[in-house]
């Protein structure tokens, strides 16, 4: 039987390129996304997948997912902890609403936490692994990114706090990207020449790294944050 992954948020960008590179890899896909439209345009596109239309923050929606995820492939190996509101920035905090943060918070963190708990039995049977999508924004801000920072730095917590606890049936790591160009974005040589690897980031940068996270070979790496942007957060940067 196919080893399978379950991604959130697994419909579009970084999500549809970890979906596309572990089906190449030969693994069976399930996709987990909020967006009904996007689901059904990415499983046309990833060989043998299925999916579940998931709002990651409700707890039955999420248990629906996994449950029909077993069913169609009777097994997790994988769960990648994708899904997200992918813009940083908010209300200057004084003017931040709490509605605003708890819709990040919950959807960014509590939806990992959600889905790692819901896929738990199965990712244990077969010493299975996590991987959760963080950002550099958990170790670096701009002005008016503190509830997208703080989910991001949660997961951080929540990933070493995870591996421990799920240890040694169940490794969890998690990758904090740079700036990954999966929307199709006009892009710069001045872009490209400010990453000290020389480019901005593609989609098959993150999954590969995913997908090595999976394998038996990381077998000896828990509790890890992995970050991958080109080298954009050791660069001094000074205004000149």
């Avoid at 490209?192 to 790496?221: C, M, N, T, W």
Wanted: aromatic share 8%.
């Amino acid at each position: 039987m196919q080893e399978c992954v379950l991604i959130t948020g697994g419909a579009q960008g970084i999500g549809l390129a970890c979906a596309l590179y572990f089906a190449e890899k030969g693994w069976s896909v399930f996709i987990a996304d909020i967006n009904e439209n996007a689901c059904i345009s990415a499983s046309d596109r990833v060989r043998g997948s299925a999916f579940a239309v998931t709002d990651v923050a409700d707890e039955d929606s999420v248990r629906s997912a996994v449950e029909k995820c077993s069913g169609r492939f009777g097994r997790i190996d994988a769960l990648i902890n994708n899904a997200g509101i992918a813009s940083p920035y908010a209300a200057p905090l004084d003017k931040l609403s709490l509605e605003h943060w708890n819709r990040i918070i919950s959807v960014n963190l509590t939806g990992a936490f959600l889905m790692t708990k819901h896929c738990v039995p199965f990712l244990r049977k077969n010493c299975g692994s996590v991987i959760n999508m963080a950002s550099t924004r958990a170790l670096q801000s701009e002005k008016n990114s503190e509830s997208y920072a703080a989910s991001k730095g949660g997961l951080l917590a929540f990933t070493h706090a995870a591996a421990v606890s799920l240890g040694p049936e169940i490794r969890v790591n998690s990758i904090s990207p740079g700036w990954i160009n999966v929307s199709g974005w006009d892009t710069t040589e001045a872009d490209h020449a400010q990453h000290p690897a020389g480019r901005v980031g593609k989609g098959e940068d993150i999954a590969s790294l995913a997908y090595y996270l999976a394998s038996k070979e990381a077998e000896f790496i828990t509790g890890q944050n992995f970050t991958a942007d080109g080298g954009m957060t050791v660069k001094m940067i000074y205004e000149d």
